[in-house]
């Protein structure tokens, strides 16, 4: 939780120091790696618990399935862990992907499609927040 900072109300700290006593303290913690947090214990002793992002795992459509000839695919990935950028790419296979969506936005529009009825590009996503990327989603689309 290196990244975390910690804010102690004045009132605390004085009641720390001896100078008033303590009826209340209040603190916020704040770390961009954690989804949630939790309190526990009692008394003088409390342990706050960080819930740790993890990285995303997408799922990728393709809107229309089977497009027709020249017609764009617009495609979505539909993601856990709260990515907060996108990275979609296009190719002939997996090992050929070029990028063409880099974005903050959970969908990609094709806007080049192949000319001629029976080609297939396979289209992958990549999602990324805190923790990292996850693994790669691809969705194959062969126009009609």
Partial sequence: MALGRWLAAAAAVWALAGMVPAKAATFSYEDPQCSDFSVTGSGPAYTLTCTLISAPACQLSAFPAKPAVGEQVTLVASCTGAPFGWIFTKGSSLATQAPICGTTSSACVETNPPPSAGTTL??????????GRGPV???SVTWQ
């Fill in 122 to 131: 396979i289209y992958t996503v990549l999602g990324g927040n805190a923790s």
């Fill in 137 to 139: 989603a691809a969705v």
